[in-house]
């Protein structure tokens, strides 16, 4: 069995309201929206693949025709685009976001409307979200090493103090919404090649509305939210720098400060309860790093950092303040093993699997490619068969198939010899079969191998039993001749 890597998750953004989850009437009208979308044109763009989905709308993976370059194209639900006052909140939110530009910020290059639909076209990234790679830390009881931690947190900090400069709010920093690459060279010297890029600016505030037809999610929000959130109060930039201090907390423990699940519980926590210390989490949590965390996450605006400026400084300071006895410290929790991700990258754990069955064949017939999207998206697919020999002939050399979430599906390959010898014996032609992420042709796991097996039409054996068979016979008719004519000659001496 054959892997391919699934695509991240790319969960949707939350809300602290009652949750109403869509119907599954819904989703399949929905998924099979995204099925009508594989291949048309909005503008210069052309949807080539789902990467995810959530309830405001779904993002493809296309590519900018003009500029041949691939992009991410965030559209809206048909069931929301269709609502005046959510088209009118969307491109208010749009422009907003339109107008940042920072390293560390995923750029919006267009938005718009057409054929009832409503979208945003944004930048590619090709890296992961900071979410699906903490929850397969969870799973593995690892922790990610404190300098890059403390790096990545400093980047989003600069993005959001610029984003907040410009008069945008996010409300709705969680690890889902930071994506992280790998990049050529630091950005500075002494920092890991890795860069932060927050997502999603202003899309949160769509979720503020009381459309009806806007559906709840999930509520792990709710762990990141700031009490004034929580607590439906007026929020400013130091709400998005709480909830940035909750990932910090996060990354640096392994566990979240306040274990919350629904709205009633977010109000009585942010009231009530009290953040245990860091150190008391994870004991090795330096105790300028705890000092940070506990000033993001203070309860009160005006006790928390004022600029993400001011926090991503005293990050870059812990950064480098950090002692060999402290880094050792922190490294050696024995509950968990310290990572990097600057060589182990974080990989999602469910995948795409495929098998070929038969690996052989005999002089012609079907081959058929079995696969099983596992991925938490749905997935467009090639398959691919190779002739090295070219002694071969396919009905086709390439197929595409596109599969939802935990779907099966088959491709069938017919394979004949292009030539079937008279006789002889029996020959092997080989070929590869091969299956590739449609727009990331990398991503291709090895071909599997196979053969038809081209069988003469006259076996050996009788080819060569043939000739000797016909010259005994022709043998025996001489003899008989032979025979027959000296018997004619006996015949006339003895006067008979």
């Known amino acids: 069995m054959n892997e391919l890597p699934g695509e991240p998750d790319l969960p949707a953004p939350h809300s602290a309201k009652p949750v109403h989850l869509p119907s599954a009437h819904r989703w399949a009208i929905i998924r099979a929206m995204n099925d009508d979308l594989i291949g048309r044109q909005f503008g210069n763009y052309r949807i ?9 709308g779904a993002v493809y993976r296309a590519t900018d025709t003009t500029l041949d370059r691939p992009v991410a194209v965030k559209v809206m639900h048909g069931d929301l685009a269709g609502d005046p006052l959510f088209q009118q909140r969307f491109l208010q939110e749009a422009r907003a976001a339109a107008r940042l530009d920072h390293p560390s910020i995923v750029r919006v290059y267009q938005f718009g409307q057409g054929d009832d639909l409503i979208y945003m ?4 990234v090709n890296g992961v979200s900071l979410g699906a790679y903490i929850r ?8 990610v090493r404190l300098e890059e931690t403390l790096t990545l947190i400093a980047q989003v900090a600069d993005a959001l103090g610029y984003a907040h400069r410009q008069g945008v709010i996010h409300r709705d920093i969680k690890p889902d919404n930071i994506l992280v690459k790998r990049l050529d060279r630091p950005d500075r010297p002494g920092e890991s090649p890795l ?3 927050v997502t999603d600016f202003g899309l949160a505030k769509l979720m503020e509305t009381d459309l009806d037809t806007l559906v709840g999610q999930m509520m792990g929000t709710l762990l990141y939210m700031s009490p004034e959130q929580a607590l439906d109060l007026p929020v400013d930039g130091r709400s998005d720098l709480y909830s ?5 907390y996060q990354l640096a423990t392994g566990k979240v400060p306040l274990i919350i699940q629904t709205p009633e519980e977010a109000l009585e926590a942010h009231q009530y309860a009290s953040i245990p210390m860091p150190s008391e989490v994870h004991p090795g949590v330096p105790a300028e790093i705890e000092r940070i965390i506990m000033k993001a996450l203070a309860r009160r605006p005006e006790d928390r950092y004022q600029t993400g400026e001011a ?3 005293d990050l870059r300071r812990a950064v480098g303040g950090v002692s060999e006895q402290e880094a050792i410290a922190f490294a050696a929790d024995p509950d968990s093993t310290i990572v990097t991700m600057v060589t182990e990258f974080p990989t999602p754990v469910r995948r795409v699997t495929w098998d070929m069955r038969p690996t052989v064949i005999e002089n012609s017939g079907y081959c058929r490619v079995l696969i099983q999207n596992g991925s938490p998206s749905t997935q467009t697919l090639t398959a691919t068969v190779e002739d090295p020999q070219q002694k071969l002939q396919a009905d086709a050399g390439r197929k595409q198939i596109t599969l939802a979430t935990g779907q099966q599906g088959v491709v069938d390959f017919y394979l004949q010899a292009a030539r079937v010898p008279l006789a002889g014996r029996r020959r092997q032609i080989p070929f590869t079969m091969r299956v590739a992420l449609l727009n990331d042709p990398a991503q291709s796991a090895p071909g599997l191998d196979g053969t038809v097996e081209v069988r003469p039409q006259i076996p050996l054996w009788l080819a060569v039993a043939l000739p000797i068979l016909l ?15 000296l018997l ?7 006067g008979l």
């Open 48 to 56: 080539d693949a789902v990467i995810g989905d959530g309830g405001m």
């Open 121 to 124: 076209v944004m930048e590619l």
């Open 136 to 143: 397969q830390l969870a799973q593995h009881h690892q922790v």
């Open 195 to 197: 860069r932060a890029m």
């Open 244 to 248: 940035l201090g909750v990932v910090l």
């Open 311 to 313: 926090m991503a400084v």
């Open 471 to 485: 010259l005994s016979v022709c043998g025996l008719m001489t003899w008989v001749v032979s025979s027959l004519s």
């Open 488 to 494: 004619d000659s006996l015949r006339g001496i003895i």
